[in-house]
């Protein structure tokens, strides 16, 4: 893997405040996470691949590009998130169409989504 | 017994055939004559007019005989009688009253709802959201509770360190911040501003530097609040916040914060009043406060 081991594979160190604490990824840095997640997950789309974490082989293989520049722009805890959030968000789609396919009617409101995890 | 009563009826029948006055039948007609004879002796012989077949019209009857309305002509009293009791005016009166009474009821139904809302966590034996509280801002300066009182406050929990629904929900908050800042309604009222409020779960990263570089991407007017583990521990179980640091992370450890995300809308008194959601876009937000600042009377 001597091709990949000179690209980042986690974001540049943080400032450091003041009061000598890490400061939290400002604007800029948490679009630019989105922006390699959701390239990412386009590929993990165009490849039939929902868990990247349990079919993590396959998901190197398919969307290595794609999965460093995601992992260079968010810290390693956001990428676990996401992931995850992934996986679930698409067991969510399913049981809803599940639902609507047995009849089942939308009640009013939304669900948001974090709403069902609850993750921050 | 038939036979008896079917002649009176018909004899009775003939006698009020006979006795109404304004008939000008042969027998009436009879009469005439005999009538003008006796009663005005004096004056020329009246001839039988269609227009006038009462028996005996003597002057001194004529104003009682002449109803209290009068009509210009026929036709407006032809109009009259066929409209009825109705009218445009009148129609128009009931719709208006109508229409006037039920926008009543339905904004003091939604006036109760919201009182009753506003009121639930109030009085003895209520659950409890929310309580006193001292932290320290993004500044470094002491913030506690009762620097909440007297106005509106709007407290969301997170942390800076958060993926994605944090910095959403706190743009959101912006927004809602400057609906509600900018709306007429707000303008009208006597109390202070909105305040808005920003706790952190994780005040082992966020440091009040941290959450001042971290909120100076959202609203001015936000207040970023830390303090120990315990201090947000304690504030978080007072809100009913559920969240989950570990207690022991060491410096530089990467991790998430699981927490509750809610705005919950403070009354002037420290009492909680309505929890926001994420199922709520910016402008019903700003509306449901707006609706619970109206509704604030002072010492009430």
Redesign the interface.
Known sequence: MGLFSTTPTSPPPPKISSDGAPIAPDRTQRAKCWEGRDEFFQCLDKSGIVDSITEKGKAEKACSTEGRKFEANCASSWVTYFKKRRVMEHHRNQTLEKLKAEGAKQMPGEIGPGALGQKP | MTKRIIPSRRLLSTFSYYLQPSQPHALSSQYRPLSTITLVPLTKPRTTSPSCPSPSPSPSHQPHTISKRTYKTVQEQQSRYKSGPFSWGAGLLFLGAGAALIFFFRFEKDRVERERVANATKGVGRPKVGGEFELVDQKGRKFGSEDMRGRYSLVYF??????????EELDKMSQMIDLVTSSPRSQKNTLPPLLPIFITCDPA??????L???LS?FHPSLVGLTGTWEQIKDVCKKYRVYFSTPPDVKK?Q????????YFYLMDPEGDFVEAI???HSPEQAARIILDHVGDWKVGA
């Open positions: 997170g942390f800076s360190h958060c993926p994605d629904i944090c910095p990263r966020d440091t009040p530097a941290v001042d570089a971290y991407e530089g990467d991790y998430l914060v699981d927490h509750s995300i959601g994420r199922q």
